[in-house]
Nanobody
Framework: QVRLVESGGGSVQPGGSLRLSCAAS????????MGWYRQAPGKLREMVAV???????NYADSVKGRFTISRSIAKNTVYLQMNSLKFDDTAVYYC??????????WGQGTQVTVSS
C-alpha cells in the first residue's frame, strides 16, 4: 500500500503564495500520472494539475499561469507551487498517484485557505 502525505497547506491572504508537497512512501518512478486535486465545501473534487511519467503537465484553466506542478523522483515527491492565490482557491488539496499497475492512491488532504 502506497502512502501519500501532503504538507504545506495553511492560511494566506489573496495574492500570496504557498507550496504544497506530496511525499510518497514508495518510488514514483513507475507512476503514470501524479497530480493535485482540490475539493471546496459543497463542490465536487476537481483536477488542479497533473504531471505524467514523461514530465508533461496539464492544468485546470482556473490555475493556469499561477500554479506550477513539479516533481523530484529522487525524493519521491511532487510539488505544487501556488502563486497569486485567490479566494476561490480555498479548498482541501489532495495528492493522487496512478501507478503503471493501475492502482490509484490518495493522500489525506491539506487545507488551503485564502482569506483577508
Amino acid at each position: 500500500q502506497v502512502r501519500l502525505v501532503e504538507s504545506g497547506g495553511g492560511s494566506v491572504q489573496p495574492g500570496g503564495s504557498l507550496r504544497l508537497s506530496c511525499a510518497a512512501s514508495e518510488s514514483i518512478f513507475s507512476v503514470n500520472v501524479m497530480g493535485w486535486y482540490r475539493q471546496a465545501p459543497g463542490k465536487l473534487r476537481e483536477m488542479v494539475a497533473v504531471i505524467t511519467n514523461g514530465g508533461s503537465t496539464n492544468y485546470a484553466d482556473s490555475v493556469k499561469g499561477r500554479f506550477t506542478i513539479s516533481r523530484s523522483i529522487a525524493k519521491n515527491t511532487v510539488y505544487l507551487q501556488m502563486n497569486s492565490l485567490k479566494f476561490d482557491d480555498t479548498a482541501v488539496y489532495y495528492c493522487n498517484a496512478l501507478y503503471t499497475d493501475l492502482n490509484s492512491y490518495w493522500g489525506q488532504g491539506t487545507q488551503v485557505t485564502v482569506s483577508s
